[in-house]
């Protein structure tokens, strides 16, 4: 790859020692030799298997539970319900001061989706911990479930979680994420055209090749050690140390080694329950997701609905952007409120507009709560934005290119969220682009620069 | 549960183990035998993670039986190395990205063994059919391809 040095050619260093420059990576030598030590490397003497046992319908109450014959299964070693979890409810972005608390470790007297938690049972093999599961009896009343986020949000829609009170996340500023610029209904009226789209995405799973899990090793001294493939380390250590009502010196965290995790493993869930078992039973404990687990329990990218409203004029300035974003959460928070709230910031695009309304609602349904996935909240969005900014192009006859280059933001620019644009280069990313893929642009774009404005 | 013992050759070295019956080969070497290069990522045939050779060829050690594997030869990825000094198809995923979190890599690396054993100057098809049973979630198979003809090239200079 060429590096063109006529771009910024006044703020550009040209005497670095690393940057362009191969370095071998610190951990291959260990892969490619097999040595590198994942956390299910680790093989500890009398080590239990944790299996879950898991709720089979979207939305019920627990009438009853029942693990007595699971008990008697040869090899079963403890078994643990909502009880015995110190501090039950939890949500993982509490540490930046997120509420509420919204989701169980191990379900209390309801489940809101198919797969989530509700009895933990420790066996000598891995086999005896399924069978035993197999064993346990729970008595579910079956409610009313939503799984759509335009039914969830109507009057009347069954309530998916009490913590909220209502099917969506409360921002301090209300209902939604809002971004107000300009006067958008003002622009929709003096442009020359109006096109409304919605676009929509299913969840997506990350299939991490290792599937999620800790192994947990009881250190005598009322200290725990857990080897973790968590991609959040301090996440996990200070969820944990709350769930567990724990100091955090009581807990040691080895991690680092992931065998791919694309945001998959930044939620909380196999470490606090792991080690919950290690220290009511006194011995080391492996809770590893089977690949069905994987692919069943573990959050996934949220699904979204997007609607935009464009304003453009026939020269091709894009004059008024509304946006409405729906993010699906599933039945609890982890991280889509903020996912919500980045597309919120994200919708305006990299281009300026006058006249800018934007709403992002994180919305729950009884569905498998959905959390942290490669720039969850705004890659969704770009996708919707972009396809959008072809369509705009061909409504007014032009260039998609080109069309981009009219709207690109620039050095100076007043954002729609009122932050002035610094280092943009985008038109520069965009010559290079059209000069890659051989796409031809007027001469006038090709003369254009991100930080001269006019030029 | 039957015990049942086993013997097997193991990267050069000999090994007798008593283990259940039905225990799986890749259960046997990573959690009785301590080689921990063998990776489970699905347990089912389809990732291919946990590839190993047995007796010349390429085998999923979680589909087969520790037992029927009495008298085998087996290598795995840990026994590629002599004293020190990386097998070239290291040397090349190394050198040329083709590992990210590396959890495929062992399995790729015992895939791309086995081609290079019966077909030393692999045609990029064939290389491309010899790694379609492993899953990579993070390199993309492109810089893997890359690895596998570059140390197919270098094999075959050293051979010349
Ligand atoms: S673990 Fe054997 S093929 Fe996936
Ligand atoms: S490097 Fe992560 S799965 Fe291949």
């Known amino acids: 790859m060429e590096l063109r040095k006529s771009y910024f050619a006044d703020v550009r260093k040209d005497d670095l020692h690393e940057i362009g ?5 610190s951990d291959s030598p260990g892969h490619v030799t097999g040595k590198t030590a994942f956390f299910a490397d680790r093989n500890f003497p009398g080590m239990l298997h944790l299996k879950m046992v898991r709720s089979p319908h979207h939305h019920a109450r627990i009438r009853s539970i029942d693990t007595s014959e699971a008990e008697k299964h040869p090899g079963v070693v403890k078994i643990l319900t909502a009880k015995d979890v110190p501090h039950n409810v939890y949500t993982i972005l509490i540490l930046i001061q997120i509420g509420p608390e919204d989701e169980t470790v191990l379900a209390d007297g309801k489940v ?17 911990a399924q069978e035993a599961a197999a064993k346990v009896k729970v008595d579910y009343e079956v409610l009313p479930a939503v799984f759509d986020m335009e039914e969830a949000l109507k009057p009347g829609a069954p309530l998916v979680n009490e913590y909220h009170g209502q099917n969506y996340y409360l921002y301090d500023s209300g209902e939604c994420r809002k971004v107000r610029f300009g006067d958008v209904e003002a622009g929709f009226a003096g442009a020359d055209h109006v096109l409304e789209q919605s676009y929509q995405s299913s969840p997506i799973e990350h299939a991490p090749t290792e599937t999620t899990g800790c192994v947990v090793m009881p250190e005598g001294n009322d200290r725990f050690t857990c080897y973790t493939n968590t991609q959040a380390m301090f996440f996990t250590l200070d969820n944990t140390s709350i769930i567990l009502q724990m100091p955090g010196s009581k807990l040691h965290f080895v991690g680092g080694t992931v065998g791919g995790g694309f945001g998959g493993k930044v939620d909380v869930i196999v470490e606090p329950i792991a080690i919950l078992g290690a220290k009511l039973t006194g011995r080391p404990v492996c809770f590893i997701y089977s690949r069905e687990e994987e692919m069943q329990i573990s959050s996934p990218r949220a699904a979204e609905k997007v609607v935009i409203k464009d304003g453009v004029m026939k020269d091709g300035r894009i004059v008024a952007r509304k946006v409405t974003g729906y993010t699906d959460a599933g039945a609890y928070s982890r991280h889509s409120p903020y996912g919500a709230q ?22 729950y349904t009884n569905r498998t709560p959905s959390s942290a996935m490669r720039g969850f909240g705004v890659t969704i969005g770009d996708f919707a934005l972009e396809v959008q900014m072809d369509k705009l192009a061909r409504l007014i006859g032009m260039d998609p290119l ?54 | 549960m039957a015990k049942v013992p086993v013997q097997f050759t193991l990267n050069g070295s000999e090994k007798a183990e008593f283990v259940d019956s039905g225990t799986t080969l890749l259960h046997a070497l990573r959690d009785k035998i301590g080689d921990t290069s063998p990776k489970g990522g699905c347990h089912q045939g389809t990732c291919g993670a946990c590839s190993v050779i047995i007796d010349g060829e390429l085998r ?18 840990s026994g590629l190395s002599e004293s020190g000094v990386l097998h070239p198809l290291q040397r090349a995923f190394l050198d040329t990205f083709a590992t990210q979190c590396g959890f495929c890599t062992p399995g790729m690396i015992m895939a791309a063994k086995v081609l290079l054993d019966h077909t030393p100057n692999p045609s990029r098809d064939e290389v491309i059919e010899a790694l ?22 270098s094999n075959s200079q050293n051979a010349a």
Not at chain 1, 21 to 25: I, L
Not at chain 1, 112 to 126: H, I, P, Q
Not at chain 1, 421 to 436: K, N, P, V
Not at chain 2, 132 to 153: D, M
């Open chain 2, 60 to 77: 999923l050690s979680c589909l087969t039986l520790a037992e029927t594997c009495n008298g085998a030869t087996i290598s795995t990825t």
């Open chain 1, 112 to 128: 809101r989706w198919k797969g989530e938690a509700v009895v933990a049972v420790l066996a000598e093999t891995e086999r005896a």
């Open chain 1, 402 to 455: 080109e069309f981009r280059f009219i709207n690109a933001y620039r050095d100076g620019d007043m954002k729609a969220h009122r932050q002035p644009t610094e280092g943009a280069a985008l038109i520069e990313c965009m010559q290079e682009a059209s000069r890659a893929a051989n796409w031809p642009v007027a001469e006038k774009y090709l003369a254009m620069s991100s930080y001269v404005k006019g030029a």
């Open chain 1, 342 to 363: 980045k597309g919120a910031g994200h919708y305006p695009g990299p281009y300026t507009i006058p006249n800018v309304w934007i709403d992002t609602y994180c919305v």
């Open chain 2, 132 to 153: 379609s049973g492993n899953i990579c979630r993070c390199t993309g198979y492109e810089p893997i391809i890359q690895a596998v003809l570059t140390a197919a090239r």
């Open chain 1, 21 to 25: 420059q191969p370095r071998p990576r």
